[in-house]
């Protein structure tokens, strides 16, 4: 079966830098997303990694290793607005050709004053 | 906003009963995707949609349903509603040029209660 695993909590300094880690156990990997989705809120698209290494995107950092089965999210300067909840998820190509995308629960990250 | 509508915001049912939630795509967009996200835990795809016809879809049962049509609008129909049926549901567009979809604008949501 395919399997993706986040922390489910993590609080963290206004200020300060943060990362959230994913692993994911898939077939037919074809590459990572990460969303953002505020408290009953639609989820918002962040990063999208499909080669191996960091993508930076302001504030927002993405990394895959697709050898290991691992991602993270680097967020910097957190702000209050970060609070959130991050969701990971791996699109997987099916062998029947088509291509379903694999959330994780979501990481709920909390940031302090 | 990323353009892409629901309908209704809320809704309340009862078990066996039949439902059918709508979702405008983002102008320009033809693949439509829906997933049901239960309260705490990520989204899970039900189906996607490309050019009106099935493209993918997950470990839901054959008692939903969906249909793309030609302006790329989309409906997502579920028959004899369970209580484990409730749940946020959401649709999301994109523009595929081949059959996989990349960068999904996502709608803010159909929230539905079955009693």
């Known amino acids: 079966g395919q399997n993706i695993d986040q922390p489910t909590e993590m609080t963290a300094t206004e200020g300060a830098i943060v990362q959230i880690n994913c692993t994911y156990q898939?077939?037919?990997?074809?590459?990572l997303f990460w969303y953002q989705q505020h408290a009953g809120e639609a989820p918002t698209f962040l990063s999208y990694?499909?080669?191996?290494g960091l993508e930076e995107k302001g504030r927002f950092s993405s990394f895959l290793s697709r050898s290991k089965g691992y991602s993270y999210l680097l967020l910097k300067e957190l702000q209050m607005k970060d609070s959130a909840s991050y969701l990971c998820?791996?699109?997987?190509?099916?062998?029947?050709?088509?291509?379903?995308?694999?959330f994780g629960r979501g990481t709920s990250l909390i940031v302090h004053p | 906003e990323t353009g892409v509508t629901q309908s209704p915001t809320h809704l309340i049912k009862t078990r066996g009963q039949q439902v059918t939630l709508r979702c405008s795509s983002q102008?320009?967009?033809?693949?439509v995707s829906w997933y049901q996200q239960a309260l705490g835990q990520g989204p899970q795809f039900i189906f996607q949609?490309?050019?009106?016809?099935?493209?993918g879809r997950g470990n839901f049962p054959p008692r939903f349903s969906g249909l793309q049509f030609p302006n790329y609008s989309s409906e997502l129909n579920v028959n004899a509603l369970e209580l484990d049926d409730s749940a946020l549901y959401l649709c999301?567009?994109?523009?595929?040029?081949?059959?996989?979809?990349?960068?999904?604008?996502f709608g803010p949501g159909t929230r539905l209660l079955v009693l």
């Open positions: 102008s320009g967009h033809n693949t």
């Open positions: 990694n499909v080669l191996d």
């Open positions: 999301a567009s994109s523009l595929a040029s081949t059959s996989m979809s990349v960068t999904q604008y």
């Open positions: 898939t077939s037919g990997f074809n590459g």
């Open positions: 998820a791996a699109l997987i190509q099916t062998p029947g050709g088509s291509y379903i995308p694999t």
């Open positions: 949609y490309y050019r009106e016809e099935e493209n």
